[in-house]
């Protein structure tokens, strides 16, 4: 089983950044790939991006493509989501998960098996 831990959730302006950390442990957790979805208000948990555990290939929603960054350090069993340029729009609950799977099917929620509890970004206008 693996365990994930969010942290780093806040309120900012539009324009301003956040980085929220997804810190892993127990079995074989450096060797799970690690996705980012988030859900607003009265909508479904939709992807954000993805980091395969083993090339580090990375995987990006449309929406947020050239503003968020994912990054992982192995040594420490986290995985970054940084946030650039936030938009009143990106206002949700984020939840970090691990796959044990690689390629783009992590940008399907099916792909993932444990979660995290979330934490809440508000961006205000």
């Known amino acids: 089983q693996v365990q994930l831990v969010e942290s780093g959730g806040g309120l900012v302006q539009a324009g301003c950044s956040l980085r929220l950390s997804c810190a892993a442990s127990?079995?074989?957790?450096?060797?799970?790939?690690v996705g980012w979805f988030r859900q607003a208000p009265g909508k479904e948990r939709e992807f954000v991006a993805a980091i395969s555990w083993n090339f580090g290939t990375t995987y990006y929603a449309d929406s947020v493509k050239g503003r968020f960054t994912i990054s992982r350090d192995n040594t420490e069993n986290t995985v970054y989501l940084q946030m650039d340029g936030l938009k009143p729009e990106d206002t949700a609950v984020y939840y970090c998960?691990?796959?044990?799977?690689?390629?783009?099917?992590?940008?399907?929620?099916?792909?993932?098996?444990?979660w995290g509890q979330g934490t809440q970004v508000t961006v205000s206008s």
């Open positions: 127990g079995r074989a957790a450096s060797r799970n790939s």
């Open positions: 998960a691990s796959s044990w799977n690689t390629g783009r099917v992590l940008q399907s929620i099916s792909a993932y098996t444990y």
